[in-house]
């Protein structure tokens, strides 16, 4: 298939755009929808420094990419997990693309924040993605507000949106249906603008990007993913994309347009304030300090019983 | 023609000469779901590989 833009030779196909490009004319289509969804959903501007949120993957990186290219200010924010030899390299992946590019990167090493993602699944009997995640919103959270950033930007693509819509969907979860959106605004005075930069962009499409870019991104898969739910709805939507070129695009524009506004109104209320660590919180502790307290307590209970000879 | 697959870093051989489509439903793989990786540029549905070529064949769906 020829370039849709030059008539050069096709290197990638877009179904859902029912178009081939070059390599250069992708990476320039691939840019132009970023920017485009950038202005028209007003995710932020040119004035303002964004705290992209890395995690060593084709999607992060790629959106820190674009971004730059785009000549938006961004930096970096980077959780190391601690999930053995994949953080090492997600880590090892993420510094390595902000040095060759002299940009500034912050990190947080959850294990001196309290424990790495397998010791707080262990300690608190709940699956490592689960605890992976509560890490994660919070620190960078903190992260995007203790350093003074106004806008918090993650590389959640267009398949994390529909498979998340569609998971949503099949279980009637109204209050996170509420706020399914690729911009949330602060809520609370420690919570920053959090956008989706590549919401519309399909997870096909980043990952060519990447690749045309020459950007040295984790392949290798969260050894915590096999058997993710999220797997089988992007599965799923696949085969439906597959058949009807251009579906997950539909099923989630059409929902920002015609379905969420329905669900406003099952938005929870503003946050009150944690009371250990003050960042927003739905009870008297937030999710984080909940999940770190339970960790302290069974690590406690677990060196009692150790010191008494028990098991 | 030799394939290794990512992340699962596996190699198959798949005889004789063959369209990518072909070759991705050998696989049971959706388009839009791998890369056809040959040398350093992709390959694209339509396109042939040959019999003696090695090509990469690596997954884009993440599970988070």
Redesign the interface.
């Known amino acids: 298939m020829k370039c849709k833009r030059c008539r050069d030779k096709g290197e990638v196909v877009l179904r859902h755009h029912n178009a081939a490009f070059c390599r250069p004319c992708f990476i320039l289509f691939f840019q132009r929808q970023v920017q485009r969804t950038i202005e028209k959903h007003q995710m932020f501007t040119t004035a303002e420094e964004v705290l992209v949120a890395v995690s060593g993957g084709k999607d992060s990186l790629a959106l820190w990419d674009v971004l730059l290219e785009l000549g938006y200010r961004a930096a970096g924010v980077h959780l190391a997990l601690g999930i053995g030899e994949y953080s090492r390299v997600s880590t090892a992946k993420t510094e390595a693309f902000a040095a060759r590019r002299n940009l500034r990167l912050l990190t947080v090493v959850l294990e001196e924040e309290a424990a790495a993602v397998p010791t707080l699944a262990q300690f608190t009997n709940r699956p490592a993605c689960a605890a992976c995640g509560t890490a994660k919103r919070h620190h960078f959270d903190r992260v995007a507000y203790e350093s003074g950033f106004p806008v918090l930007a993650t590389g959640h693509n267009l398949d994390d949106e529909a498979a998340r819509l569609m998971a949503n969907v099949m279980r009637w979860q109204v209050h996170h249906l509420a706020k399914q959106h690729p911009v949330l605004q602060p809520v609370h005075t420690r919570f920053v603008r959090k956008v989706k930069p590549l919401f519309r962009i399909s997870e096909y499409e980043t990952a060519v990007y990447a690749f045309f870019r020459g950007i040295d991104y984790v392949i290798d898969e969260c050894p915590n993913s096999v058997g993710a739910t999220q797997l089988a709805y992007k599965d799923a939507l696949n085969r439906l994309e597959a058949a009807m070129p251009g579906t997950k695009l539909t099923f989630v524009q059409e929902f920002l347009r015609a379905g969420q506004p329905a669900f406003a109104a099952e938005a929870e209320g503003p946050p009150q304030s944690c009371a250990r660590c003050g960042m927003p919180a739905y009870a008297s502790l937030c999710a984080y300090c909940r999940l770190v307290n339970e960790v302290e307590r069974r690590r406690e209970q677990a060196g009692r019983r150790l010191a008494s000879g028990g098991h | 023609m030799r394939i290794t697959l990512?992340?699962q870093h596996t190699h198959i051989e798949i005889e004789g000469r063959k369209r990518v489509a072909d070759v991705l439903r050998h696989l049971g793989l959706?388009?839009?779901?791998v890369?056809v990786?040959r040398g350093d540029?992709?390959v694209?549905?339509?396109e042939f590989v040959e019999a003696d070529e090695a090509i990469e064949i690596?997954n884009?769906?993440?599970?988070?």
Do not use: C, E, K, Q
Request: glycine share 22%; proline share 11%; hydrophobic share 35%.
């Open positions: 990512l992340p959706l388009p839009g779901t890369m990786i540029g992709l694209t549905d339509d690596r884009v769906i993440s599970g988070g």
